[in-house]
């Protein structure tokens, strides 16, 4: 994480560590996978679906190589 980590709360107040919302194997082949500007989006749109069945990320971009 940053120097400067923003952090992240559920909705009863509890800190939410994003080293610790597990990543779906869609985020690895994302081209914003480990990318600083995106970390904090990236943290919010997995810890949100955590607990579903199947993982939707609207900003996915597949990585080029």
Known sequence: MSDNP???YDDDGTEIN???IPKPAMCTTCAKDDLPEEEHL???TRFDQ???DEFLCEAYE???F
């Open 62 to 64: 597949p990585k080029t």
């Open 50 to 52: 955590q607990d579903e």
């Open 42 to 44: 990236c943290a919010l």
């Open 18 to 20: 994003p080293d610790l």
């Open 6 to 8: 923003i952090k992240f």
